[in-house]
């Protein structure tokens, strides 16, 4: 398991950071050119999209490491989850609009399919929150632009320590 964690950290924190040191050597390059129409040649776009690029990958970064401490502090019992009783049909729908956003620049159209009966959950709406926004993003980032993503929120049921339990289930696809 170890392992795994350990490839895992490894793959999500070199993409961000192969992305910020790439765009870093290009500027360094241009910076460093004998000419100084090799420092013009970039247009503002181009200099914009870049340093874009590179605040994305810096984000990613601290985002990545920040999930990794909040892991390790579950893991080592030092952290608790304020949980509260939300209506979850309520809660998605509030933040339908939040999660369009997010993926406005893959041109990606988002539907949420809700049961005819509200569902509840005890829940920490931070945490939840920031796990859809990211399985949110990442559906819309690896798929082709103008992918339709589906939310579609029911009502399951299963055994746990040989008890049938009720459970909400949130379907991304």
Same mark, same amino acid.
């Given at each position: 398991?170890?392992?795994?964690?350990?490839?895992? *950290?490894?793959?999500? $924190?070199?993409?961000? !950071?192969? &992305? +910020?040191?790439?765009?870093?050597? /290009?500027? %360094? #390059? @241009?910076?460093?050119?004998?000419?100084?129409?090799?420092?013009?040649?970039?247009?503002?776009?181009?200099?914009?999209?870049?340093?874009?690029?590179?605040?994305?990958?810096?984000?990613?970064?601290?985002? *990545?490491?920040?999930? $990794?401490?909040?892991? !390790?502090? &579950? +893991?080592?019992?030092?952290?608790? /989850?304020? %949980? #509260? @009783?939300?209506?979850?049909?309520?809660?998605?729908?509030?933040?339908?609009?939040?999660?369009?956003?997010?993926?406005?620049?893959?041109?990606?159209?988002?539907?949420?399919?809700?049961?005819?009966?509200?569902?509840?959950?005890?829940?920490?709406?931070?945490?939840? &929150?920031?796990?859809?926004?990211?399985?949110?993003?990442?559906?819309?980032?690896?798929?082709?632009?103008?992918?339709?993503?589906?939310?579609?929120?029911?009502?399951?049921?299963?055994?746990?320590?040989?008890?049938?339990?009720?459970?909400?289930?949130?379907?991304?696809?």
């Amino acid at each position: 398991m170890k392992n795994e964690l350990v490839t895992l *950290i490894s793959h999500e $924190l070199r993409t961000p !950071l192969t &992305l +910020v040191t790439s765009t870093f050597d /290009l500027f %360094k #390059e @241009t910076i460093e050119a004998p000419s100084a129409e090799k420092v013009r040649s970039f247009s503002a776009e181009q200099k914009k999209r870049l340093f874009a690029s590179m605040e994305k990958g810096h984000r990613r970064l601290i985002a *990545i490491i920040e999930d $990794l401490s909040y892991y !390790l502090s &579950l +893991v080592k019992n030092e952290l608790s /989850l304020s %949980k #509260e @009783t939300v209506d979850l049909n309520d809660f998605l729908t509030k933040n339908l609009e939040a999660f369009k956003q997010l993926v406005a620049a893959y041109n990606t159209e988002l539907s949420l399919e809700l049961p005819s009966q509200s569902l509840k959950a005890d829940i920490s709406k931070e945490k939840i &929150l920031d796990v859809l926004e990211r399985l949110i993003y990442n559906a819309a980032y690896h798929n082709h632009p103008g992918t339709q993503i589906f939310l579609k929120l029911s009502e399951d049921r299963i055994i746990r320590d040989n008890k049938e339990l009720k459970v909400a289930k949130l379907e991304i696809s």
